[in-house]
């Protein structure tokens, strides 16, 4: 009775070693999803960012910048949508390496930024002015904190997955998001649209795609081997 | 196994149930410690749907009937500013950090104290048991309270003594840290900022006006003007300073700032009063606008 528990216990060892040995070797011979976002109908007109209450911001700028919730490029492309898999992949610690988040000409660089729950967030000011950071998240925790010129960067976390708008008070144009997500298997579209999610073990997966203003959509793709298959999101645009 | 190690066993898990059971009772009913007092979430409930949910709402998310009528006239609330939404656990008056759950006292403190310029009265009148259970009470409508523990509170070194070096450095420091974007270039929360400011629902919110001279949002005294940008008020646009101001240099801010509430009388302005340089800086001050800010365009 008592040998034949042992067995049961090491054979599960076994097992799970296995699974886990297997999982780990098979990613980066993995499949790869790629394609293009694109939308269909007339997008809102990127509006002219007025700046002329913060000079050392407007110099920085030859020409005004204008609004970013909507960026587009040739052929109805679609730039800063977030591709990522929301079903279908574990969950997955955090890398080491800090997501860059930067105030410049007051602009956040990148618009969009996706990163891990619990990875660590570096946001920095280049600029001359004094910047408030303020997230406004429903589900992580919300802060708020100034960040005037030469201070060092802000290091923080979020324990929860969510897309989360960020502010600065002090400069109201200011505008741009967060992305925390559960997995690695995530890509921002280019400016052409493209996207690609490389080393996905074989497996039935859940894509979905995120824009701030459109809303988001969702597909299922089942990747053996490692193919490479293609898939595209269109996005119906408003005029508004 | 020998008996006593199996007694032990015994002993230990009838220990581990004993702990177990308060904490599983705590997922429903909630406690807050203020002091010596003890508020409890069952008779605090009770007060609640007496006093609170007209403005804060049947599951305290601030949208009572004062603020989102039904009905017949149902096109404007009759609320200017919307009650606090217990839900999302964010608060403005904390003595915690930034992002962090403020303390049971914190809480206690802004239902007696009540909120300056909204609707928000003093509960002084309740009995300090009954402000205690409310706060328990309060504490049931978002789960971080189960989840979360309150923030450690900052640090607050003791304040020196008042000198004008040390409302000339906070002068500065009021300059470099850029107050002035929302509170004005002189304090009358008319900064070039100001009339685009929103708090977290996007329901436009004023900054302090210090020409006013009233209570601060988080309390009078000179300690509760150091938390107040030490922590920042959560859920509005005001941030912490805590990173960037080091506890030394924010006393120096304190003494400035009173310095800017000319219709108050404090030993700060009394003291830039008697000096060339304070003189002259309250003088060179517009007169336009009334001492209630009324005249000030948002």
Redesign the interface.
């Known amino acids: 009775m008592r040998i034949k528990r042992v067995h049961v216990a090491s054979l599960a060892v076994i097992a799970a070693t296995g699974i886990a040995s297997a999982l780990v070797y098979a990613r980066p011979a993995g499949g790869t999803i790629s394609g293009k976002v694109t939308y269909e109908g007339t997008p809102a007109k990127p509006k002219p960012i007025d700046m002329s209450?913060e000079p050392s911001c407007a110099k920085q700028h030859a020409t005004p910048i204008t609004t970013e919730t909507v960026v587009t490029g040739p052929n109805n492309s679609l730039e800063n949508v977030v591709v990522y898999v929301s079903a279908g992949a574990p969950d997955e610690n955090a890398p080491s390496q800090a997501a860059k988040f930067d105030q410049k000409g007051c602009q956040y660089i990148p618009h969009v930024l996706a990163f891990q729950v619990n990875q660590t967030l570096e946001i920095a000011n280049d600029d001359q002015?004094?910047h408030?950071?303020?997230p406004?998240p429903?589900l992580n925790?919300?802060?708020?904190?100034?960040?005037?010129p030469g201070?060092?960067a802000?290091n923080e976390k979020y324990d929860k997955p969510e897309f989360i708008p960020v502010k600065c008070?002090?400069?109201?144009w200011m505008h741009g998001n967060f992305a925390v997500l559960k997995n690695s298997h995530y890509a921002v579209s280019k400016e052409d649209g493209s996207f690609s999610l490389p080393s996905l073990p074989p497996g039935k997966y859940t894509i979905t795609a995120w824009h701030e203003s459109y809303g988001e959509q969702t597909q299922d793709v089942t990747i053996s081997g490692s193919e490479t298959k293609t898939i595209n999101f269109v996005f119906k645009a408003r005029p508004y | 196994m020998n008996t006593h190690s199996a007694r032990a066993l015994r002993l230990a898990l009838a220990m581990a149930l004993i702990l177990l059971v308060p904490s599983l009772g705590a997922a429903q009913a909630m406690e807050s410690h203020i002091g010596k007092l003890t508020g409890h979430s069952e008779s605090g409930k009770q007060l609640y749907f007496r006093y609170c949910w007209g403005c804060h709402g049947f599951r305290g998310e601030g949208n009572g009937e004062n603020w989102a009528p039904t009905g017949t006239y149902a096109t404007q609330p009759y609320l200017n500013i919307q009650p606090r939404n217990f839900a999302a656990g964010t608060f403005k008056c904390r003595s915690t950090p930034t992002g962090t759950l403020p303390t049971d006292e914190d809480l206690y403190n802004a239902i007696g104290r009540g909120f300056v310029m909204s609707n928000m009265p003093s509960w002084i009148t309740l009995t300090d048991q009954n402000r205690a259970d409310l706060i328990a009470f309060i504490k049931t409508f978002s789960p971080r309270w189960k989840t979360e523990k309150s923030g450690d509170p900052i640090s607050v070194p003791a304040e020196p003594k008042l000198t004008v070096e040390s409302i000339k450095h906070g002068q500065e420091l009021f300059q470099k840290l850029e107050c002035w974007k929302c509170h004005g270039p002189e304090g009358r929360g008319d900064g070039p900022s100001a009339s685009t400011l929103t708090d977290s629902n996007d329901q436009p919110i004023r900054p302090y006006n210090f020409a006013v001279g009233s209570r601060f949002k988080c309390g009078t005294t000179n300690h509760d003007l150091y938390k107040i940008f030490m922590t920042g008020l959560d859920g509005t646009p005001m941030p912490s300073f805590a990173d960037v101001v080091k506890p030394e240099e924010a006393w120096d801010l304190v003494h400035f700032l009173r310095t800017l509430q000319v219709t108050h009388k404090s030993p700060e302005l009394a003291l830039w009063q008697t000096t060339d340089e304070g003189k002259k800086e309250i003088a060179s001050r517009r007169v336009e606008g009334t001492p209630t800010g009324s005249g000030i365009k948002q």
């Open positions: 209450k002015t004094s408030n950071i303020h406004l429903k925790r919300e802060w708020n904190k100034s960040q005037p201070t060092p802000i008070n002090i400069h109201p």
